[in-house]
T-cell receptor
Framework: GAVVSQHPSWVICKSGTSVKIECRSL??????MFWYRQFPKQSLMLMAT?????????EQGVEKDKFLINHASLTLSTLTVTSAHPEDSSFYIC???????????????FGSGTQLSVL | GESVGLHLPTLSVQEGDNSIINCAYS??????FIWYKQESGKGPQFIID?????DKRQGQRVTVLLNKTVKHLSLQIAATQPGDSAVYFC????????????FGQGTRLTINP
C-alpha cells in the first residue's frame, strides 16, 4: 500500500515555542492531506483538510492561527503548532489520499503519528 | 487531555476464535465505509472498505458487513491472532462528494492466549 511518512514521531517542547510536523507521501502524489488530533483512548478528530496549492479548510473550533498548515507540494504537508501550551499536548496524525483515487474520494493512508508533549 | 469517564468499548477473545466488532452510524446518506486498525502509538492502518451498494466484502481473514436498514457496520476477524490486538475504528464518508472521513469511537480488541 501507499506509504505516508510523518516526522518527528515524538517531540517535547517548552511552553510558548512552535513545533513543526511534516507529512510526506513517499510513493504517490497527494492532492489532499488531512490532519487529525487524538487524545488518549479517544477517536481521531479531524482538524483540517489541506489541499495542495490552496488554503487549508479548518474544522469548527480549530484555530487556524494556532495550527498553521502548509501544503506546498503534492507530497508534503506541514502542521505548525504555534506558541504551544500544555493543553496542545496530543497525538497528531496526518493522512493522505492518492491523487489517482481522488475522483472516488476513497481510502486514506495514515502517517505513524507525532506525540507532542508541551512542558 | 483525556476525558474523565470516557472508555473505549472493549472486546476480549481467545486466540484462534473469531471476533466481531460492531459500529453504528447515523447518516443514512453515507456511501462509503472503512475499517482501520490502530496499534498503540501508531497511525491507523487500512483493513478493508465497502461501498454502500454492497452488503458484504471479504478480505484476508476479514469480512465487512453493511446493513443499511439499521445503519450498522461490522468487522469479522477469523482465527484471531495475538497481532490482531489493537483498537479498531470504523469511518464513514458522509456523502459521495465529501472529502473527509468521520471516525467512530473505536473498539479495543484484546486477544487472550
Amino acid at each position: 500500500g501507499a506509504v505516508v511518512s510523518q516526522h518527528p514521531s515524538w517531540v517535547i517542547c517548552k511552553s510558548g515555542t512552535s513545533v513543526k510536523i511534516e507529512c510526506r507521501s513517499l510513493d504517490f502524489q497527494a492532492t489532499t492531506m488531512f490532519w487529525y488530533r487524538q487524545f488518549p483512548k479517544q477517536s481521531l478528530m479531524l482538524m483540517a483538510t489541506s489541499n495542495e496549492g490552496s488554503k487549508a479548510t479548518y474544522e469548527q473550533g480549530v484555530e487556524k492561527d494556532k495550527f498553521l498548515i502548509n501544503h506546498a507540494s503534492l507530497t508534503l504537508s506541514t502542521l505548525t503548532v504555534t506558541s504551544a501550551h500544555p493543553e496542545d499536548s496530543s497525538f497528531y496524525i496526518c493522512s493522505a489520499r492518492d491523487r489517482r483515487t481522488y475522483a472516488t474520494n476513497e481510502k486514506l493512508f495514515f502517517g505513524s503519528g507525532t506525540q507532542l508533549s508541551v512542558l | 487531555g483525556e476525558s474523565v469517564g470516557l472508555h473505549l468499548p472493549t472486546l476480549s477473545v481467545q486466540e484462534g476464535d473469531n471476533s466481531i466488532i460492531n459500529c453504528a452510524y447515523s447518516n443514512s446518506a453515507s456511501d462509503y465505509f472503512i475499517w482501520y486498525k490502530q496499534e498503540s502509538g501508531k497511525g491507523p492502518q487500512f483493513i478493508i472498505d465497502i461501498r454502500s451498494n454492497m452488503d458484504k466484502r471479504q478480505g484476508q481473514r476479514v469480512t465487512v458487513l453493511l446493513n443499511k436498514t439499521v445503519k450498522h457496520l461490522s468487522l469479522q476477524i477469523a482465527a484471531t491472532q495475538p497481532g490482531d490486538s489493537a483498537v479498531y475504528f470504523c469511518a464513514e464518508r458522509l456523502n459521495k462528494g465529501a472529502q473527509k472521513l468521520v471516525f467512530g469511537q473505536g473498539t479495543r480488541l484484546t486477544i487472550n492466549p
